[in-house]
Structures are given as structure tokens and as C-alpha cells.
């Protein structure tokens, strides 16, 4: 999903510009696109904010892309030192770097209703079936009382 102010084309460095911007008090911005399907919808504004840490599985961020464009999209983890982000309705996007990330999408806004943003509960299914998988991966090796206790159940 890309926001209507990336939509003219920017230099990676406008990301820092942002960042500064976001670091004065929170951003509203417009997006546009259905790449984060009912999450976020075209039209809506996402909040933006400063996060003192990186990304955490699930959450939503702003990054700008190598062409310059604003993305609003979930973090799905790393891979080396680049981080990797999505749509829900699409594939993985190309590899992001850290100097690249704006904020982190805290609500979303439309028709005059907000709403937060929260993380794995948004997650897309396909996530979800990954998470049980692994969990029930570690109940066989550590045995299920282990891993009940382990997630507070």
C-alpha cells in the first residue's frame, strides 16, 4: 500500500526527512492502494510514529522504497541485515534496510472512525498456519505441559 504523499517519486533519502517529520509528533497520512486488503483500505490515513526499536513480527511500518515511494506495509522478519515487509494481499517486497523505515503504523483512519493497528492479530492466515506449526513443533520436542507454561496457558 502506498501513500498518496510517496506517490511522486522521492529520494531514498526523503526517509529521513520523514522520520524527522513523524519524530515532531505523529503523522497522518493518506494511502491509497489495496495491497494491505481490509486492514487498511484505499482512502483510509494511517498514523505514523516513532518507534525507539525495530519492527516486531506483524506490526505494520512505513519504509521508503529504493524508488522513493512511501510504503505502508507488515513486518514479516529479517533475512541477513535486510528486513522483509508485505501486503496482505501480496508478496514479499523487496529487501528493506533499516536507514529505509519511517515509522510504525500505529491506527488507521476512515470515514471519520479510527481504529488501532494491532500486530499478529492482523496477521494474514498463511502466518497464523506458520505460527500453530511451530508451536506444535515445539510441544512434540519439549513436550506440551513445556510449552503451554511457556505461553502462560
Not at 494481499?89 to 500505529?106: F, I, K, T
Amino acid at each position: 500500500m502506498t501513500s498518496d504523499a510517496g506517490s511522486e517519486s522521492r529520494s531514498p533519502a526523503s526517509a529521513d526527512l520523514l522520520r524527522r517529520r513523524v519524530q515532531a509528533g505523529g503523522l497522518w497520512l493518506p494511502v491509497e492502494g489495496d495491497s494491505m486488503g481490509r486492514t487498511i483500505r484505499a482512502g483510509s490515513e494511517v498514523l505514523l510514529e516513532v518507534a525507539n526499536r525495530g519492527p516486531r513480527l506483524g506490526e505494520v511500518w512505513a519504509y521508503v522504497d529504493a524508488a522513493g515511494v512511501l510504503v505502508v506495509h507488515r513486518y514479516l522478519g529479517r533475512r541477513g541485515r535486510s528486513m522483509r515487509f508485505a501486503g496482505d494481499a501480496q508478496h514479499d517486497d523487496p529487501p528493506v534496510e533499516p536507514s529505509m523505515l519511517v515509522g510504525r503504523a500505529v491506527r488507521v483512519r476512515r470515514n471519520g472512525r479510527t481504529a488501532p493497528l494491532d500486530g499478529v492479530r492482523r496477521l494474514p492466515p498463511t502466518a497464523i498456519a506458520l505460527a500453530h506449526r511451530t508451536l506444535r513443533g515445539l510441544a512434540v520436542r519439549l513436550g506440551a505441559r513445556r510449552v503451554r507454561r511457556w505461553l502462560g496457558r
